[in-house]
């Protein structure tokens, strides 16, 4: 079955940095376009970093770039995210999804994880 299970999330003051892990399983994890979500209380979720499935493309929400780094290692069936420089304002949950072959900035994804929250404190 498909997993995606993500984990690093934690309290952390502003300025800190974190970074997350998605572990995927019961897919080619490989031939997968990755993508980050997050969902802030109240809010919409919306788009925070992509990759294609070979690692030589990503994306950026403006929101974040320059701040975060999205990585994949297709050997560990893993996708990261390296967030620095963390704001109150990336308080949130955050998700791990999976796309068949190309990326998408929108939520046209495949599979989900069930998130890891992300707090930031000031």
């Known amino acids: 079955q498909v997993q995606l299970v993500e984990s690093g999330g934690g309290l952390v003051q502003a300025g800190d940095s974190l970074r997350l892990s998605c572990v995927a399983s019961?897919?080619?994890?490989?031939?997968?376009?990755m993508g980050w979500f997050r969902q802030g209380p109240g809010k919409e979720r919306e788009f925070v970093a992509a990759i294609s499935a070979g690692g030589t493309r990503t994306y950026y929400a403006d929101s974040v770039k320059g701040r975060f780094t999205i990585s994949r290692d297709n050997d560990k069936n893993t996708v990261y995210l390296q967030m620095s420089s963390l704001k109150p304002g990336d308080t949130a949950s955050y998700y791990c999804a999976a796309r068949s072959y190309y990326p998408k900035l929108d939520d046209d994804y495949d599979y989900w994880g069930r998130g890891t929250q992300v707090t930031v404190s000031s």
């Open positions: 019961g897919f080619t994890f490989a031939t997968y376009a």
